[in-house]
């Protein structure tokens, strides 16, 4: 096995794959934003390595395993392009980071601050918890996505739908297409055609389409039903022609 050191690209690699890990579950800024002088030297292990100077392509075959910053991730192959920014790995990738896991069957970065995790993606930390095909992520935006849908769960409850989005700096949640929360600790389980929570703000979830709404023995229907988690005392709905409440 050969043993490879360098300072960017494969540490460039290695952080966008714990960065999916970490984003998906919504960890905190300074997790994801660490400048370069904090960041800890890479290390690369793999059966065979390229590197063409000219090009800036690196090539890993084989048991590929770097650290990286305290996090190791393996996986069957790699690649990255000092030029561009761009990389892959593949073939079960899985990351490991402290209280951190992701694993997937493909990383892809993007550029330098966009990623995506493909393929069977299930990532963890501590109670937070996130299911799905394909978790896509820009660091610079805050901003995440679901395209083909997925689960979402923390102590708090579960957030499925068949799209989903969200911003990590505002707590802000979107899903759409079957859109289904539930919230054991409040008693609460609603859905609707979509679902927008507002987390950092009010704690708002706004149901629409179809929208539904159980807690302890009271059951709200509507085309549109605002919910305020946070309170359990408030809860707002606005009906529409084919809208109606029930309690």
């Not at 899903?175 to 927008?196: K, Q, T």
């Not at 309170?231 to 809208?243: F, I, M, P, Q, Y």
């Amino acid at each position: 096995m050969r043993r490879f050191k360098t300072a960017a690209g494969w540490a460039a690699l290695a952080a966008g794959c714990l960065l999916a890990s970490a984003v998906a579950l919504a960890a905190p800024e300074g997790e994801t934003q660490k400048t370069e002088s904090q960041k800890g030297i890479s290390e690369l292990n793999a059966d065979t390595v390229e590197y063409n100077v000219k090009t800036g392509q690196m090539k890993a075959e084989g048991n590929v395993v770097i650290h990286y910053d305290g996090g190791v991730v393996t996986g069957a192959s790699a690649a990255y392009n000092t030029k561009t920014s761009t990389g892959m790995m593949t073939g079960g990738v899985v990351a490991d980071k402290e209280d951190m896991h992701l694993d997937c069957d493909r990383i892809e970065l993007v550029s330098k601050t966009k990623m995506r995790a493909i393929g069977n993606v299930h990532g963890w930390q501590k109670d937070k918890r996130v299911d799905a095909p394909i978790v896509e992520y820009d660091n610079e935006e805050g901003y995440a996505c679901l395209p083909e849908g997925g689960s979402l769960s923390a102590a708090e409850g579960t957030f499925t739908a068949d799209y989903m989005e969200g911003w990590t700096k505002t707590e802000h949640a979107k899903g759409v297409g079957n859109a289904h929360i539930i919230s054991p600790p409040r008693d609460f389980e609603g859905g609707g055609d979509e679902a927008e929570y507002f987390g950092k703000e009010t704690g708002k979830l706004v149901l629409t389409g179809h929208a539904w709404a159980v807690q302890e023995n009271n059951t709200l229907k509507s085309g549109r039903l605002t919910v305020f988690l946070k309170d359990r005392s408030n809860t707002e709905t606005v009906t529409n022609e084919e809208g109606k409440e029930e309690q």
